[in-house]
């Protein structure tokens, strides 16, 4: 099966409404991620920020509702999965997905025992809504042996 389409069902399944109830409070966005080109939306943000327990991921659209996901991966090289689809990580795993209103944030948090120091890693944001499919900027970090973020 291609990735994209098991990244969609992915989608569908996680932000059913059973997997919405969620009545934890929602924890601080982070810092926005530098910009990597400007044929990213400027609506579409990913924002990356490495505490001393924690890595903490945020995703955000403030053009429409929107079914938010943020992926990894151990490589930068990016792939269009279909044609007029934007290109995303090629070798990728799904952290979390989201359903959110316009201008909202979803927040996604890891533990940071759940890292390996010294490994790169890359992370996308990606948004689906009204107006198709849309990726943030690539965002990246490696954890020191210290556990502090390079």
Same mark, same amino acid.
């Not at 979803?106 to 025992?113: E, G, Y």
């Given at each position: 099966m291609n990735p994209f389409y098991s990244f969609l069902t992915l989608i569908a399944v996680t932000t059913s409404p059973l997997a919405a109830q969620n009545d934890s409070p929602t924890p601080a966005a982070p810092k926005p991620a530098p910009v990597a080109s400007d044929e990213y939306p400027a609506s579409t943000k990913l924002a990356l920020d490495v505490t001393k327990d924690a890595i903490t991921y945020a995703i955000s659209n403030a053009d429409e509702t929107f079914l938010g996901a943020v992926i990894l991966s151990l490589s930068p090289k990016m792939t269009p999965y279909a044609p007029g689809l934007p290109p995303t990580l090629t070798d990728f795993v799904l952290l979390g997905a989201c359903f959110g209103k316009a201008?909202? +944030?979803?927040? #996604? +948090?890891? $533990?940071?025992? #759940? =890292?390996? $120091?010294?490994?790169?890693?890359?992370?996308?944001? !990606?948004? !689906?809504? =009204?107006?198709?499919l849309k990726v943030s900027s690539l965002a990246a970090f490696e954890l020191d042996p210290d556990g502090s973020a390079g």
């Open positions: 201008g909202s +944030t979803c927040v #996604f +948090t890891q $533990p940071k025992k #759940f =890292v390996p $120091p010294g490994v790169h890693i890359w992370a996308q944001g !990606l948004v !689906l809504d =009204v107006n198709g």
